[in-house]
């Protein structure tokens, strides 16, 4: 540069900056013939004026702490109230995005997601928006606005399960946050409860990992992942999907013979979303529960079948929107009652559920009527030993009279001369599961009116009878005196005819 215009650059500048420069480009030597309260006050007129210039800039921000999910949106905050023209974010040194009246886009791996909020930029917001996160994204985020800089640590998480997809009941499910070590982890289960150690879930890793041991159909739903630190926090859910049925302890179904049972069997997941599934389910029945089940009916279906109903044998089933099967059994007999399992065949193994019917049935001896001085023995049994929590009983209705089984029986027996109702009552913690009514009734009382219209019957045949013979007496007495007469009026006849033939040959005799 020319010394002219070196000169004409030095007027420009204040007189305090002109000696910051002198200092800054090592002009020392000058400074030391000035007067040393000239250089101290000259030295604090330059910072003020340097500031003033815009030479050095102000102090950044303090940092912001963010948390994100791996494939969620994100957003990394940003506000100037006091600038509304552009702003600069970058990652790592490198320009994520810019805006100076235009935008502009750095090349980063974030390039296609990445936005600013125009809307929002005339407010004072700069806010930088990612999505679709993924772990690389972690880092530091500087948001350059005007002459202030804030600073941004994004912390990136993500859940990941072992065994990852759908699951079967009984099996174990590990739950695991990927992320730094550094935040606290609190899990949920899918009720919003807060899950804590016991048999059944174990917390490993500081609470990072969740260990679910024999998954039940109703752990299906979302489990929620609570992550915190002193600046930032953050909520991610986890869907978890276990294929079994509702209600899984032993459900026993108690029914009177000839009546009709229904098993109902209910999955915890509709299999029509679990795409390109493919299941076998099937039902199959054995009468003792140290015996081998034997197959009742099976079938296979896809995820894309419709509804079925289907008839075999004396049962019918209906499978409905593929988590739900119904079996019904009409007239059911005493050689029905055991175990009815339904058991769903997947890919990755099976899940079932058992139902027993107990069933109950009564007899009697002798069957017939009782006579006057006879009894009658009521036999109430059932297909299996009474539970300890249970009571089977005969007992008189409107009467007093009651028998109730001993302990570890299946059947109750009562002898009784006592005609009327009489019922057998299986009751459950005082709740009566099942009942069967049998009425006892005396020849007397049955036959009274039999007896009665039979005598009536017998004297009317009786008198028919008397008549009927009366009528053939009196015919034939008519006949016989009807026969005498003639007999008697021919007799009279012949003697007079005898007379007349006399008396004609005297007078020939005499002519001659």
């Known amino acids: 540069m020319r010394e002219a215009d070196r000169e004409r650059e030095k ?13 800054v480009l090592g002009g020392k030597e000058q400074s030391k013939r000035m007067d040393p309260s000239r250089v101290v006050a000259y030295s604090i007129l330059a910072v003020f004026s340097v500031m003033q210039l815009g030479l050095i800039p102000t102090m950044a921000e ?34 994520v995005i810019q805006y100076q009246k235009q935008l502009l886009r750095g090349r980063t791996p974030f390039f296609n997601r990445s936005e600013l909020n125009k809307q929002e930029m005339s407010k004072g917001n700069f ?37 990852s997809g759908y699951l079967l009941q009984h099996e174990k499910l590990m739950l695991t ?28 890793n500081g609470g990072h990992s969740l260990q679910i041991h024999n998954l039940r159909a109703e752990d299906s739903g979302t489990w929620m992942c609570h992550i915190t630190s002193l600046s930032a926090k953050l909520d991610i859910p986890y869907k978890v999907l276990v294929i079994g049925f509702h209600h899984l302890n032993q459900e026993t179904l108690y029914k009177a013979v000839n009546s009709t049972v229904s098993f109902s069997y209910s999955l ?17 029945w054995k009468p003792m529960a140290d015996n081998e089940y034997l197959e009742k009916f099976n079938f296979s279906v896809t995820s894309k079948e419709l509804p079925l109903f289907k008839q075999i044998a004396n049962m019918q089933f209906t499978w409905k929107l593929s988590n739900h099967l119904e079996v019904k059994l009409p007239k059911v007999q005493f050689k029905d009652a055991g175990w009815y399992q339904c058991q769903i065949t997947v890919s990755r193994g099976r899940v079932e559920k058992a139902i027993h019917l107990v069933v109950m049935t009564v007899s009697a001896d002798p069957v017939e009527p009782l006579s006057k001085w006879a009894n009658v023995t009521l036999l109430c049994k059932l297909s299996v030993p009474v539970p300890q929590n249970a009571q089977l009983f005969w007992e008189h209705v409107n009467g007093t009279e009651k028998e109730v089984n001993m302990l570890g029986c299946n059947e109750v027996m009562v002898k009784t001369k006592t005609v009327g109702l009489w019922r057998c009552s299986l009751k459950v913690e005082n709740n009566v599961m099942t009942s069967i ?22 004297g009317i045949v009786l008198l028919l009878l008397a008549s009927l013979c009366t009528y053939i007496y009196i015919t034939q007495q008519q006949r016989r005196q009807r026969a005498e007469k003639i007999a008697r009026a021919r007799r009279d006849l012949l003697e007079r005819r005898t007379c007349q033939c006399q008396r004609q040959l005297k007078n020939d005799y005499s002519d001659a």
């Open 177 to 204: 946050i990927q992320g730094p070590s550094s935040a606290i982890v609190t899990w949920y289960d899918n009720r919003e409860n807060k899950v804590t150690a016991t048999q059944s879930r174990e917390l490993k």
């Open 11 to 23: 007027k420009r500048i204040p007189l305090p900056g002109r000696y910051f420069l002198l200092i």
């Open 437 to 458: 009514d049998y009425t006892v009734v005396k020849v007397a009382e049955r036959n009274s009116c039999v007896w009665s219209w039979a005598g009536v019957g017998a």
């Open 268 to 284: 915890s997941t509709d299999l029509q979303k679990i795409r390109e599934l493919e299941y076998i389910t099937g039902l199959e």
């Open 127 to 163: 806010s930088l928006i990612l999505s679709q996160l993924r772990h690389s994204d972690a880092g530091k985020y500087v948001c350059g606005v005007g002459s202030r800089t804030f600073m941004v640590q994004l912390q990136v998480f993500e859940v990941t399960s072992s065994p």
């Open 62 to 95: 303090g940092e912001t702490t963010v948390f994100g999910a791996v494939g969620e949106q994100v957003i990394l905050p940003c506000i100037d109230k006091s600038q509304n023209e552009g702003v600069t974010w970058k990652y790592n040194d490198l320009v």
